[in-house]
Structures are given as C-alpha cells and as structure tokens.
Nanobody
Framework: VQLQASGGGLVQAGGSLRLSCAAS????????MGWFRQAPGKEREFVTA????????SSAHSVKGRFTISRDNAENTVYLQMNSLKPEDTAVYYC???????????????????WGQGTQVTVSS
C-alpha cells in the first residue's frame, strides 16, 4: 500500500490545518491508521491513531482536545484535523498503516507496517 500525506503548511499559532492521508494499492478499510510527527533534532513521536472502523481512537496527551483523527473508508483516506495549533506542533507529520490485525491501537512506530512520505507543518508564534 502507498500512503500520500498532504495538507501541511504554514499557519499562525491558534490556527487550524487539516491533513489528509490517501492510500493507493490497497483499501484501508481494515487497517488501523496513525499519525506521527518528527521535529528537527527530535525522535518521531506518536500523535494519534484510529481503528479500522473509526470506532476507537487514541491520542497523545499533548494533542488531546485539539487534534482529531477521522477516516472515510469509502474515500480510502484518513484525516487529522488540527486546531489551536502551537509553535511546538511544528514538525513533519507522517501517516502510517498497520495491516496486521490487532485489538489495541499502537503508539510505537514499529507497530505500523507502511508509512507515507510526510508533510511539513509549521506554526509561527
């Protein structure tokens, strides 16, 4: 499966962005999906994840109440709505897919099987 992340850009603090992750090659409808981010000089960190149906999500404490993950299986796309953005949200954002079945949502990068190329989000103060 190939994942294509888009929607990044430059936004002022307090603003919003919506990232998209579109898949090709396979349907995403049975996969758990996640978003990670990596700031310069830092390790890749978990942001949020969603199960195959959209009925369960998991988010990092730093983004709870501000970021929302959702999916449209008919469109083979996962979204990340980011509100109340802060300068510390600046990073390259990656989407990821897990094709192996699981009853939990992983927060570690190695739990996922496929990765998109990343999209830059820059939040100015």
């Amino acid at each position: 499966v190939q994942l294509q992340a888009s929607g990044g850009g430059l936004v002022q603090a307090g603003g919003s962005l919506r990232l998209s992750c579109a898949a090709s090659g396979r349907t995403l409808s049975t996969y758990a999906m996640g978003w990670f981010r990596q700031a310069p000089g830092k390790e890749r960190e978990f942001v949020t994840a969603i199960n195959w149906s959209g009925g369960a999500t998991s988010s990092a404490h730093s983004v709870k109440g501000r970021f929302t993950i959702s999916r449209d299986n008919a469109e083979n796309t996962v979204y990340l709505q980011m509100n109340s953005l802060k300068p510390e949200d600046t990073a390259v954002y990656y989407c990821a897919a897990r094709i192996r079945s699981s009853t939990v949502l992983g927060r570690s990068w190695f739990w996922y099987d496929y990765w998109g190329q990343g999209t830059q989000v820059t939040v100015s103060s």
